[in-house]
């Protein structure tokens, strides 16, 4: 069965990714002729992984490993490269392109950054010292991306619920991370609008053929962060369905790992990880058995996702490892 320690045995895999270049889909939208740009040329800090918020997402990974697993990592080389990446000359590009292209990575994208962000304040707190210098070059991104959050959320008139990048929850639960007062109480006033009064969700209709979240546990981790616990539990009521049908508790089945849509379901087996061990406690006495066993299954499952070699999993399941058993 896997757990962080048994995934921090990859990371060598994930430090690979994040300097890898090519294969890229950078999704640059062209203003004119000229306005062509490479990876590194756009994005000098987060360019490997096939894309931005993958080269994100699997820095936060990188970061959680060598702060809580650091005789499970190549730990010098992971400094090594992320003192070569987090500079503040590198950030300042990146916040200048975020800044030229506002909606880019919303709302994905942008909650990676800010967990990255959030996870380096936290650890920076200990007083480590990589992680004070790694946190002061960051900062201007979670700075720039807060900001953009603040702005954006009051004209989002619905939220998202699919299972892929545009997930609001997933992306709300990722900006959690970032301490800020005024993220905070915005991102505490979205969710009670958006998911304040939901009631029996239809987890029957997961999963979707390239789900790499769950929508259900996407909204319900995210109460949980946001509500007290005696709000919790009542939400919790009402939302969850009384039996969870076979199809949403059994590991999803990847066919083709090679197929990038296809291997996102192996993101979806990771991501119920998260979303059974840290729902388990809220569950009544039926939900705590099924979500038991369920779990179980997942965990031989993710043991199948870690070790596909193919570069559409490769690029940023490590990060989603990280996510299921920190």
């Not at 979670?142 to 900001?147: D, K, N, P, Q, T």
């Not at 990847?254 to 979303?275: K, M």
Request: glycine share 6%; with cysteine.
């Amino acid at each position: 069965m896997s757990t962080l320690r048994t995934v921090a045995e990859g990371a060598a895999t994930i430090l690979a990714a994040v300097q890898q270049e090519y294969p890229n889909a950078p999704r640059h939208i062209m203003a004119n002729d000229s306005d062509q740009v490479t990876p590194r040329g756009a994005h000098p800090a987060f360019y490997g992984c096939y894309d931005w918020h993958s080269a994100v997402e699997m820095h936060w990974a990188l970061i959680v490993l060598l702060r809580f697993q650091p005789d499970d990592v190549p730990a010098d080389e992971i400094q090594s490269v992320i003192d070569g990446h987090l500079t503040a000359e590198n950030i300042a590009a990146e916040v200048a392109y975020l800044s030229a292209h506002p909606v880019w990575e919303r709302p994905y994208g942008w909650g990676w950054g800010l967990q990255l962000a959030g996870e380096l304040e936290d650890w920076a707190a200990t007083g480590d010292p990589d992680a004070i210098r790694w946190a002061a070059a960051v900062r201007p991104l979670a700075e720039h991306l807060s900001r953009a959050l603040l702005a954006w959320l009051p004209r989002l008139s619905y939220p998202d619920r699919s299972g892929t990048h545009g997930n609001t929850a997933f992306s709300l639960s990722r900006a959690l991370a970032w301490p800020d007062a005024a993220s905070r109480q915005a991102i505490d006033k979205a969710c009670r609008q958006y998911f304040g009064d939901d009631t029996d969700f239809p987890v029957r209709y997961e999963p979707s053929g390239s789900d790499f979240l769950s929508p259900f546990f996407t909204e319900a981790l995210l109460m949980s962060e946001v509500l007290d616990a005696d709000e919790f539990g009542p939400w919790w009521s009402r939302f969850a369905p009384a039996e969870f049908p076979e199809t949403f508790l059994t590991p999803a089945v990847v066919t083709d790992p090679r197929d990038g849509q296809g291997a996102h379901l192996h993101g979806l087996n990771l991501y119920r990880i998260r979303g059974l061990r840290r729902l388990l406690p809220f569950a009544s006495s039926a939900q705590r058995r099924v979500f038991e066993v369920s779990l179980r299954a997942h965990e031989q499952a993710a043991d199948a996702a870690l070790s596909d070699d193919a570069w559409m999993a490769e690029h940023w399941l490590g990060a989603y490892a990280v996510l299921a058993f920190r």
